[in-house]
């Protein structure tokens, strides 16, 4: 039987990685601007097509639970452009997880290991296993 697993994927912090991270960040802050400024736009437009005070209100709501929201991607996109700041070139940063078929059959000892998988600078360095410290503890 085949099962499938989740590996951990760690990019090596390195100089032109951590280039590449503050221009993603650069990238997804225009983007946030872009978006925030549309929709006062579109506020703009359907506060001026509407008559009641009532109307008014709920599309004032309406759009301004949006650009809260985006102004808390842009306070998140703030504050993980701080901590690339501070760590230090060789940290191992958490890119994401991918699927790994494994193959198990009765009698096998269930994987206790997690897989890892490392990249610096868009190359696989290491593929590791590594033990589990919590011992399945939650």
């Known amino acids: 039987m085949r099962i499938i697993k989740k590996v951990t994927v760690k990019h090596v912090l390195t100089e032109s990685f951590k280039v590449k991270m503050i221009e993603d960040f650069n990238e997804e802050e225009r983007r946030l601007e872009r978006e925030t ?3 006062r736009f579109q506020m703009q437009k359907q506060l001026k097509s509407v008559d009641t005070s009532r109307q008014k209100t709920d599309v004032k709501n309406r759009f ?9 991607q842009m306070k998140q996109v703030t504050f993980q452009r701080s ?3 501070q760590l230090p070139e060789g940290s191992k940063i958490t890119a994401g997880y991918v699927d790994a078929v494994e193959e198990i059959k009765v009698g096998d000892a ?3 290991e997690e897989q ?3 990249v610096k600078d868009g190359i696989i360095i290491s593929i590791s296993n590594r033990t589990d410290d919590n011992n399945g503890m939650v």
């Not at 301004?64 to 808390?72: S, W």
């Open 37 to 39: 400024e549309q929709l």
């Open 83 to 85: 901590q690339l700041d």
């Open 110 to 112: 269930w994987p206790q």
């Open 116 to 118: 890892e998988i490392i």
């Open 64 to 72: 301004g639970k949006e650009l809260e929201r985006r102004k808390e």
